[in-house]
Structure formats: C-alpha cells, structure tokens
Antibody, heavy 122, light 111 residues
Framework: EMQLVESGGGLVQPGRSLRLSCAAS????????MHWVRQAPGKGLEWVSG????????DYADSVKGRFTISRDNAKNSLYLQMNSLRAEDTALYYC???????????????WGRGTLVTVSS | QSALTQPASVSGSPGQSITISCTGT?????????VSWYQQHPGKAPKLMIY???HRPSGVSNRFSGSKSGNTASLTISGLQAEDEADYYCSSYTSSSTLGVFGTGTKVTVL
C-alpha cells in the first residue's frame, strides 16, 4: 500500500526553526517529484515547495522563499522541509504529497499524507 | 500569485448535476492543460479527483468530469450523492514566480 507519513510538527516560537520529515512507502520513491502543501486552520490549500526526482529542480512559493528549504534522501525514501525564521502566518497543517511524475511539472498530487501540524506562537 | 477563483459554495439535490468553476488567468489555467481537482472531507487529507484538466485517476467515479475553456476550468459532478458533500479545490501550474497555485475552494452541499 502506498503511504506517506509526516512528522516533526509542533509548537514553536516566532523566529525559531523546525524540520519536517515525510516517510514514503509502497512506491518507487525516486521515480517521483515530491511536494509540501499546507493548510492554515479553517483555510484553503497552499502549495509550499516542490522537488523533482533527483533534487535537480527545486521551487518555492513566494511566501516561504528564502526561509524554507526542501530536500530529499532517496536512499531513505524520505522528504524533508527545513523551516527557518518561522512566522505566525506559517501556522498550518503541512501535507507531504507525491507528484504525478519525476518532474515537478507533472502538476498533480496523487498521494497525500495525513499532515503534521505546525503552530507558531509565543 | 493570487489564488484561482472558485465559488464559495455550490449545492444540489441527490441525483442532480452540479458544476464548480475555477477561474485563473492566461498565466495559469489559460496557458496550461495542467489543472487538477481535489476533494477534501472534514478532517481528512485531500484526494485527487481529476488531473490534466479531464483525466480521472483509477478508482475515481466516472460521475466526476473536468473540462476547460479559456481561463476557466470546471468540475462537474453528475448524479450527486450524499458522499460527495465536501470541499473541492482546483489547482493549476503557472508561469509566475511560484510553480503552481490552488483555488479558493468550494463547499459542496447535498440538499
């Protein structure tokens, strides 16, 4: 069974850092681009970042550019999101999502995790 | 990059058909056939319903169909069922500074 499991969320003070992880199983991880998508409480979906199959192409939403860093370890079937200089507006449920192909231009997400909650508050 | 525009809510009776619109610009919906649609039930992760404008993933009911005209994409649900009550989001690839964008979301209510 294909599965994505996020971890690493929690309560963090503004300006601090947090690292999210996503463990993938049930599919050939290094065949696919991976993405992070977030959803603030009671709000809609927002694409955060994407990385192609071999980490050769990485993109970010303007709202996180320069503060967040996406990475992957294909040997460990894992995706990561390093979040620095966190702000209150980064408070959200962060989903790990599998892209439709190896490139991030396959613009659809056909497998989602359950999400990990990040709360930025003093 | 602004979110794609969707109606806040759409409703219909069981058995009816409803259509959800998703309006973007010539930089996203109008320029790429990379529009996807997601269903999200309360407290659950989103589920892919349509990709590349009109393609249905394996396992998704054929009551769901997608189309596009100009800068507007649409999701049609035919034979509306109680289980279709959920939030729906469109998404498109974009040529702007961000790779892609989601819609504002539509709450579907089955009367």
């Amino acid at each position: 069974e294909m599965q994505l499991v996020e971890s690493g969320g929690g309560l963090v003070q503004p300006g601090r850092s947090l690292r999210l992880s996503c463990a993938a199983s049930g599919f050939i991880f290094d065949d696919y681009a991976m993405h992070w998508v977030r959803q603030a409480p009671g709000k809609g979906l927002e694409w955060v970042s994407g990385i192609n199959w071999n980490s050769g192409s990485i993109d970010y939403a303007d709202s996180v550019k320069g503060r967040f860093t996406i990475s992957r370890d294909n040997a460990k079937n894992s995706l990561y999101l390093q979040m620095n200089s966190l702000r209150a507006e980064d408070t959200a449920l962060y989903y790990c999502a599998k892209g439709g192909g190896g490139s991030t231009s396959y613009w659809y997400f056909d497998l989602w995790g359950r999400g990990t909650l990040v709360t930025v508050s003093s | 990059q602004s979110a794609l525009t969707q109606p806040a809510s759409v409703s219909g009776s069981p058995g009816q058909s409803i259509t959800i619109s998703c309006t973007g610009t010539s930089s996203d919906v109008g320029n790429y056939n990379y529009v996807s649609w997601y269903q999200q039930h309360p407290g659950k992760a989103p589920k892919l319903m349509i990709y590349d404008v009109s393609h249905r993933p394996s396992g998704v009911s054929n009551r769901f169909s997608g189309s596009k005209s100009g800068n507007t994409a649409s999701l049609t649900i035919s034979g509306l069922q109680a289980e279709d009550e959920a939030d729906y989001y469109c998404s498109s690839y974009t040529s702007s500074s961000t790779l892609g964008v989601f819609g504002t979301g539509t709450k579907v209510t089955v009367l």
